[in-house]
């Protein structure tokens, strides 16, 4: 079954503790895609990668890292989270870039106190 | 950058009461408009692409359009099980075409 797979679904942790997001799809897709959702705020994406090893910022990149160091893998990193960052997180891909359709993982909730 | 704004923000609805969600853009040279549904605790699902003014696409009781500044996501006679927050999502023509910028979102509640 095609899909985006996202680990852990829930998270809580502690301001400065350092965390990773894992995302894995298994579509052969070029691109892959973070975002973090808020009420009031809608869908906002942190990062994006074009292919392995190339990455670009989105529009709320700070305080995340990401890497791609296979296709099918597109980790998000915390390495201080702070209450601010608690959030709902979404990993997408697509064939095509940002004008192909996304295909969503079902989503990480983070809380950090 | 370019914006995405979505009206109604809330929606109730009868069960069979059609009506129309909206989705305004500022980008030019538009790459793609995308329709996605959400449903609560899950991932977007996409539903519709459409490229050009004039565009429309439908499946099952949703109808998208688009026109040069809009679009439409028409919904006849709605079920229950239609109830879900409707995204739309515009390439970021100012910076990147790979930045994807969503619209906040209408939920919509269909009562039976």
């Known amino acids: 079954e095609a899909q985006v797979t996202q680990n852990p679904r829930y998270l809580i942790t502690v301001t400065g503790k350092k965390l990773t997001v894992t995302c894995s799809q298994n579509?052969?897709?070029?691109?892959m895609s973070w975002y973090r959702q808020d009420p009031g705020l809608g869908l906002r994406q942190i990062y994006y990668s074009m292919n392995v090893e190339v990455t670009d910022k989105g529009d709320v990149p700070e305080g995340y890292k990401v890497s791609r160091k296979e296709k099918r893998n597109f980790p998000l990193i915390l390495e201080s989270p702070s209450p601010n960052q608690t959030s709902l997180y979404f990993c997408?891909?697509?064939f095509g870039g940002g004008n192909s359709p996304l295909h969503f993982g079902n989503g990480t909730r983070l809380t950090v106190t | 950058e370019d914006q995405v704004t979505q009206s109604p923000e809330a929606l109730r609805l009868q069960e069979g009461e059609s009506s129309s969600l909206n989705c305004s853009y500022t980008v030019s040279g538009l790459r793609g408009l995308f329709w996605y549904r959400q449903d609560p605790g899950k991932g977007p699902e996409f539903l519709f692409t459409?490229?050009?003014a004039g565009e429309e696409k439908e499946k099952e009781r949703l109808k998208a359009t688009l026109t040069k500044k809009e679009s439409f996501l028409h919904i006849t006679a709605p079920k229950p099980e239609d109830s879900a927050t409707y995204l739309c999502?515009?390439?970021?023509?100012?910076?990147?075409?790979?930045?994807?910028?969503f619209g906040p979102g209408t939920s919509l509640s269909v009562i039976p």
């Open positions: 579509m052969n897709h070029e691109y």
């Open positions: 459409l490229y050009s």
């Open positions: 999502a515009v390439p970021d023509t100012k910076t990147s075409y790979d930045k994807v910028i």
């Open positions: 997408a891909s697509s």
